[in-house]
């Protein structure tokens, strides 16, 4: 059960948010913005820091998502129809090379988008934070 | 081929030799507590822990390995890369902010993190533990390979040289020291990398008239005496050695050279060429002579462009769903098992917070992925470099780079070297915290002060090496590639399930946890041990009457630590919850 008793570190509605997208918070007590997971025996988090972490691991699983589409087609498209990666579809290079190239580049491009959507995320907590004054 | 140790090589593999040691010796009283010694107090920079990571990762087998294969067999090797690389994803997107956040030392740490459970240390300490020494095992016989003929020493001596420089790096300075040397190392790495692709673009294509009518020959005798290609084996006057190959036999347009090409240009003539590749045939005759031989055959570039071609992954070109399914589990395990490397997770420890980790490891995604590129090109320049020893792939990258100077020979072989010690201290660092904080402090028989820690710790650390200097020895003949496709499996098998479920399942018990631990790893090697691989190239046994269907286990077994995770944890859930 989640219950709030305190909004010192971050807006409630925030917090609400955080947990009640994530499944993962579900056994967390939440108390004077920490959170305290049954059980644990480690450091104490946050409310905030709880919050952008769930949030990262939803982008992430998304993008990952994608990128094992990608990987997953490589992998079944070399194993079940290799002639298909002997296409020459652009400026002479087979599809092996372009499709391989792709996926090195496509997870540098997702690695970068990431990066910046969490840096997003978290500018945007302190920014709000900053705007009603509950900042510590 | 035989190779004239080369003086350059010995200059500059010391000059890297003493800069290591000097760098660690100097930072060692960073690293008096447990915190500096196993996780460099947090304090790495993000962009610096990002590089360190790719000094980690690109062991032997990424730099050597991959570039050999493509060398030897095409498109076939940049698989690897691909695989390699894809294994990132899974670190940055599920993995790198919780371990960091989770952990503090070691990967049992964060696996252990809810439950404070010795028995989750002692099963994920083991797994460190095999994971580790399967790792080790191909750098340390990479180091003995590598100093053989560059240095001309003896490959036990190469072993004990590489060994002993990894335990003084880790003891004196730790995670601290080792971050540096990894730095460095994967500076060079890329940097050098970098310059021998612009001089094979610079360099572009030529053919070699009459490069595919020479077939060679070894012949080895029951008395010891060795001939080659009809004398014997030498540099004297009268003896032969191999001549040197990789020889393109004929371009687009019947011309002869082809001046600078372009990234993309590079793979289009290469396309519409023929290139001589050698396949080779082992005979033994009644008295015992064995003669090798090794015939030219000129491929066509489009067909050494596609994969399918090396004998591993020719399957994929035939009918068996067996063959299609290994490599399938081979790619899979590859995708997971980057993520499950324990010397690979303790990084994330060495920086501040998640935003770092993150940050360091899109650094390494950077870095990695744009090496893995650099290796197309670094494996089909060696190819048609006309540089190659035929007998051995592994010389493949130091070899291209002495077919342009002798200098930029003697410092790929250089960095060669400080690829083995980058990782093998990594991989040693991981071995002697497991042992320490999750297998001796678990057991509950020994509490430590946190100096004690350390020193037994560093006692570990030597322990670690001394067993890798033994097995780098006792391995030398093993195939090197072979053995960090165990890893691979094993860790991802071993490790994966039981970080992701933690992390997504709330209904995830301490039970479920060290059973998918101990039921991963030991699926993975059972189907390891009972494989046709290991039944050829281990025992010596046909292929054929191995007792599993295919050989790399991964697709198999990662799922089996799934469902281990997910019916333990059911039945052993607390009361009450549903």
New interface residues.
């Given amino acids: 059960m989640k219950r709030i008793t305190s909004s010192n570190s971050v807006r409630c509605d925030n917090l609400a948010a955080c947990a009640a997208h994530v499944?993962?918070l579900?056994?967390f007590v939440i108390r004077q913005c920490r959170i305290r997971?049954d059980?644990?025996?480690?450091p104490i988090?946050t409310a905030r820091r709880m919050f952008?972490?769930t949030r990262?691991?939803r982008i992430?699983?998304a993008?990952?998502a994608v990128?094992l589409v990608f990987?997953g087609a490589?992998?079944?498209l070399?194993?079940?129809s290799?002639q298909t990666?002997?296409a020459?579809p652009l400026?002479?290079?087979?599809l092996?090379?372009w499709y391989?190239?792709g996926?090195?580049?496509g997870?540098?491009v997702?690695?970068?988008l990431?990066?910046w959507t969490?840096?997003q995320g978290?500018q945007s907590i302190d920014s709000a934070d900053a705007d009603d004054g509950s900042r510590p | 081929l035989i190779h004239e140790p080369s003086t350059l090589a010995v200059v500059v593999f010391l000059a890297f030799v003493i800069v290591t040691l000097g760098l660690s010796t100097y930072l060692g009283r960073k690293a008096k507590s447990s915190a500096g010694y196993f996780a460099a107090h947090g304090q790495i920079p993000w962009f610096v822990n990002g590089v360190a990571f790719a000094g980690d990762y690109l062991s032997a087998a990424s730099f050597l390995g991959i570039c050999g294969m493509i060398a030897f067999y095409g498109?076939d090797g940049?698989?690897y890369?691909?695989g390699y690389?894809?294994g990132?994803?899974?670190a940055?997107?599920?993995v790198a902010?919780?371990m960091k956040?989770?952990g503090k030392f070691t990967f049992a740490d964060a696996l252990n993190?809810?439950?404070?459970s010795p028995g989750i240390k002692l099963a994920a300490g083991i797994s460190t533990l095999v994971v580790s020494i399967f790792y080790l095992i191909p750098q340390m016989v990479g180091a003995g390979v590598l100093v053989q003929p560059l240095l001309g020493l003896p490959h036990w001596v190469g072993v004990v040289l590489v060994g002993a420089i990894v335990i003084f790096i880790v003891v004196t300075a730790g995670m601290v020291s080792t971050t540096w040397v990894q730095f460095i190392k994967g500076s060079l790495l890329i940097v050098f990398s970098l310059v021998l692709t612009v001089l094979i673009l610079a360099r572009g294509f030529h053919t070699t008239p009459g490069a595919a009518s020479e077939t060679q020959t070894i012949v080895k005798q029951p008395d010891g005496k060795v001939f080659i290609n009809g004398r014997p084996a030498g540099n004297g006057p009268g003896e032969n050695q191999l001549r040197p190959v990789g020889d393109i036999s004929r371009l687009p347009g019947d011309i002869a050279r082809t001046g600078p090409l372009g990234p993309?240009e590079f793979?289009?003539v290469l396309?519409?060429s023929e290139v001589v590749l050698y396949s080779s045939t082992i005979t033994r005759s009644a008295d015992g002579t064995e003669t090798i031989t090794y015939t030219p055959k000129p491929m066509p570039g489009?067909q050494i462009?596609?994969?399918?071609e090396h004998p591993m992954f020719k399957g994929?070109?035939g009918g068996s769903l067996s063959d299609?399914l290994n490599?399938?589990s081979l790619?899979?395990a590859l995708?997971c098992g980057t993520a499950s490397l324990p010397h690979i997770l303790i990084r994330y420890y060495t920086v501040k917070d998640?935003?770092a980790a993150?940050?360091s490891?899109?650094v390494g995604?950077?870095c990695i992925?744009f090496f893995?590129?650099l290796t197309?090109y670094m494996g089909l320049g060696a190819m048609t470099s006309g540089a190659l020893d035929v007998t051995d792939s592994n010389m493949a990258a130091p070899l291209l780079a002495r077919s342009f100077s002798e200098l930029l020979f003697a410092v790929i072989s250089a960095i060669a070297f400080t690829t083995v010690l980058g990782t093998v201290s990594g991989l040693i660092l991981a071995s002697a915290g497991a042992a320490t904080h999750d297998l001796l402090e678990s057991s509950g028989a020994v509490h430590l002060t946190d100096h004690q820690r350390v020193r037994l710790a560093k006692l570990a650390s030597i322990v670690v090496g001394i067993v890798a200097i033994g097995l780098g020895i006792r391995f030398r003949e093993m195939n090197v590639s072979f053995l960090v496709g165990w890893a691979f499996s094993v860790a991802a098998s071993a490790n994966l399930p039981a970080l992701v479920m933690l992390?997504?399942w709330?209904g995830t018990t301490r039970q479920g946890i060290i059973a998918a631990v101990l039921v991963g790893m030991a699926s993975s090697l059972a189907w390891i041990l009972l494989s046709g691989e290991t039944f050829e190239k281990v025992y010596g046994l046909p292929a054929a009457s191995a007792l599993v269907p295919f050989s790399q286990p991964g697709i198999v077994t990662i799922p089996i630590g799934f469902a281990t995770l997910i019916a333990v944890s059911l039945a052993t859930r607390p009361r009450g919850v549903r």
């Fill in positions: 499944s993962m579900e056994p997971f059980g644990w025996r480690g988090y952008v972490s990262n691991s992430g699983l993008l990952f990128y990987y490589f992998v079944l070399a194993a079940f290799p990666m002997e020459t400026a002479g290079v087979n092996a090379i391989g190239f996926l090195i580049a997870a540098l997702l690695a970068l990431y990066g969490c840096r978290a | 498109y940049f698989l890369s691909i690389l894809g990132w994803v899974v940055l997107f599920v902010e919780p956040r989770l993190a809810k439950f404070n993309l793979f289009r396309q519409q489009s462009l596609r994969p399918g994929i070109r299609k490599f399938i790619m899979f995708f998640e935003a993150r940050k490891t899109i995604i950077a992925g893995y590129v197309l992390l997504f709330t």
